[in-house]
Structure formats: C-alpha cells, structure tokens
C-alpha cells in the first residue's frame, strides 16, 4: 500500500472516518443477556455512533467480526491509513496478544470500549491485554459508552483531552 502521508486521517474539509470495531459475539447483542449487555442490538449502536458521529464531524464506520484475524487485518488498515479506532475487542481483550501488537503500531487515537464493566465481574474479565496501547478505556455505560468513546475521539483529535 502506498504511504498514505503525514496528514492522513486528519480532516481536511471533509470528515474523518473513525473506525467502530466490534468482536467476536457483539453481533448477537439484544439478543440474550441485556441484564448485563442492554438491550440495544449492534444496528441500534451503529445508528447511534452514526447519528454522534455527524455532529461531531466524524465519519464512523462500524464493523464486527467473530475471526481474531479479520480484526487484525482492520487494525492493520487504521494503522496505514492513521484512522483514530474505538475498539471493543469483546472476549479478545482478556487474551489476544495478536490484537495487541497490532494495535501497538497505529498512531491516531485508540478507545477501549466495553458495555458493561468487566472489573465488576469474573476475575478473567479483569485483565485487559488492549488498555496499556490504548488512549483510555471506557466502559459499563451499555451503548453510551460507544458515545462517549466517540467523544473522546474527537477530543484527542483536537488536542483538548487533557486540557
Ligand atoms: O462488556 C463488554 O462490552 C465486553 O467486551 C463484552 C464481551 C465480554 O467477553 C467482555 O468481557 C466484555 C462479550 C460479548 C458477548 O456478546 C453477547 C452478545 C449477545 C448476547 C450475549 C453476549
């Protein structure tokens, strides 16, 4: 691929494109366990981050995969083309050393996402392999914390987040 320039994923009049990555069983969502995950379905998310997203002046892409490698390969395009990422990596984030290094070489804002808050839950949840590569995690908001991860983005974009 060739180099996509210094300015890449950087708006120039027109929108950055923010990538919504989704795991392994997020498609399901709605379906089963909204005690713990809402009731929002993965559409509804996407609607929501789309909708966000137009106000904030980003274009947001959401995609999901249950294969460790298609999540790889995506990260490895926001990486080339310097796209700012809100990930929920899903079961991932408590073992995928491969998502890890992968997300380690992109440059442009990364937010971990969860729906609920793993810290409250088994201990396996407590570990995050993604959140020491990641700008910040947010999670136990259900589908708010997508919104605020959203926000987030558009604030390291601008050079606000610490300010
Ligand atoms: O809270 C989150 O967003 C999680 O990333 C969700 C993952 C879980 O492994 C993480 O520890 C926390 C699980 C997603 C399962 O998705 C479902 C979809 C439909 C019904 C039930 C679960």
């Given at each position: 691929?060739?180099?996509?320039?210094?300015?890449?994923?950087?708006?120039?009049?027109?929108?950055?494109?923010?990538?919504?990555?989704n795991?392994?069983?997020?498609?399901?969502?709605?379906?089963?366990?909204?005690?713990?995950?809402?009731?929002?379905?993965?559409?509804?998310?996407?609607?929501?981050?789309?909708?966000?997203?137009?106000?904030?002046?980003?274009?947001?892409?959401?995609?999901?995969?249950?294969?460790?490698?298609?999540?790889?390969?995506?990260?490895?395009?926001?990486?080339?083309?310097?796209?700012?990422?809100?990930?929920n990596?899903?079961?991932?984030?408590?073992?995928?050393?491969?998502?890890?290094?992968?997300?380690?070489?992109?440059?442009?804002?990364?937010?971990?996402v969860?729906?609920?808050?793993?810290?409250?839950?088994?201990?396996?949840?407590?570990?995050?392999?993604?959140?020491?590569?990641?700008?910040?995690?947010?999670?136990?908001?259900?589908?708010?914390?997508?919104?605020?991860?959203?926000?987030?983005?558009?604030?390291?974009?601008?050079?606000?987040?610490?300010?």
């Amino acid at each position: 691929m060739p180099d996509p320039g210094p300015e890449a994923g950087v708006p120039h009049g027109r929108a950055t494109t923010v990538l919504v990555l989704n795991g392994p069983n997020l498609g399901r969502l709605g379906s089963r366990e909204p005690e713990i995950y809402g009731s929002a379905t993965l559409a509804d998310i996407a609607a929501a981050c789309a909708e966000l997203g137009a106000e904030l002046g980003l274009k947001v892409d959401v995609r999901q995969t249950d294969d460790e490698a298609e999540l790889v390969g995506w990260v490895h395009e926001a990486a080339e083309l310097r796209l700012p990422i809100v990930l929920n990596p899903a079961a991932f984030t408590h073992y995928s050393y491969a998502l890890r290094d992968a997300l380690a070489m992109r440059t442009a804002p990364l937010v971990e996402v969860h729906l609920s808050n793993p810290a409250a839950r088994e201990s396996f949840r407590h570990t995050s392999v993604v959140a020491g590569v990641a700008d910040g995690t947010i999670a136990g908001f259900g589908q708010q914390s997508y919104l605020l991860a959203l926000r987030a983005v558009a604030s390291l974009l601008s050079g606000r987040t610490l300010g």
